[in-house]
């Protein structure tokens, strides 16, 4: 028994040895971990340095997108605020003048817009006033608000009721849209209401 007993102690005692031995790691056991970790952080830092680009180029993409639905979304407002008095005449692009619509962005009440693609690289803009004419004089006030650049095509037809419009910018996918219900205010005739003569009252002498 006794023996069994030193025989556990020397065993225990042996393990424990290994074991203070063995605690501490090796140079080369180090080496080889700062190596891996070097290997594990560089693709870290390229997966979060691609993960960052996407993003950016994501953000571009959205605030891009979004500059373009709120131009559409004026100029579909114009038009469907508008006492449907439109005048289009075509040439290159075509040049759309509303007489009067309530959406204003200048806080007027009623305002004529009209949209025009300029030859410096081909701008489409926006040009809100009261009682202006195109070109616009000097002494004319207006405010002009350049909505996009490079416009391959901007295009309106207006028959009857409806109005389909197209807008085509540079390496952008095209934009359509169609409203209905836009057309001009029936004129009211005033009936001349006829009053009859006045009767002479004549007296027998």
Same mark, same amino acid.
């Given at each position: 028994?006794?023996?069994?007993?030193?025989?556990?102690?020397?065993?225990?005692?042996?393990?424990?040895?290994?074991y203070?031995?063995?605690?501490?790691?090796?140079?080369?056991?180090?080496?080889i971990s700062i190596g891996l970790l070097g290997i594990v952080l560089v693709a870290l830092f390229s997966t979060v340095k691609t993960m960052r680009d996407s993003n950016k180029h994501l953000h571009q993409y959205l605030q891009k997108?979004?500059?373009?639905?709120k131009s559409t979304k004026i100029l579909y407002l114009d038009i469907a605020n508008s006492d449907g008095n439109l005048t289009v005449e075509k040439d290159e692009f075509s040049q759309?003048?509303?007489?009067?619509?309530?959406?204003?962005?200048?806080?007027?009440?009623?305002?004529k817009v009209c949209w025009v693609v300029l030859k410096e690289n081909n701008t489409l803009v926006?040009?809100?006033?009261?009682?202006?004419?195109?070109?616009?004089?000097?002494?004319?006030k207006v405010e002009v608000n350049k909505?996009?650049?490079?416009?391959?095509?901007?295009?309106?037809?207006?028959? !009857?009721? @409806?109005?389909? $419009?197209? #807008?085509?910018? *540079?390496n952008e996918k095209p934009i359509t849209f169609m409203l209905?219900?836009?057309?001009?205010?029936?004129? !009211?005739? @005033?009936?001349? $209401?006829? #009053?009859?003569? *006045?009767?002479k009252i004549t007296t027998e002498k």
């Open positions: 028994m006794k023996k069994q007993f030193v025989l556990e102690l020397w065993t225990d005692k042996m393990f424990y040895l290994e203070k031995k063995r605690k501490a790691f090796t140079l080369i056991e180090v080496l997108s979004k500059k373009i639905t759309l003048c509303i007489e009067q619509t309530k959406n204003s962005l200048y806080g007027l009440s009623m305002a926006r040009i809100e006033g009261n009682n202006y004419s195109l070109p616009t004089r000097i002494e004319e909505i996009m650049k490079h416009i391959e095509l901007f295009d309106l037809y207006h028959q !009857k009721d @409806k109005v389909l $419009v197209f #807008i085509k910018q *540079k209905q219900g836009i057309s001009k205010p029936e004129l !009211k005739i @005033k009936k001349k $209401v006829s #009053i009859p003569p *006045k009767k």
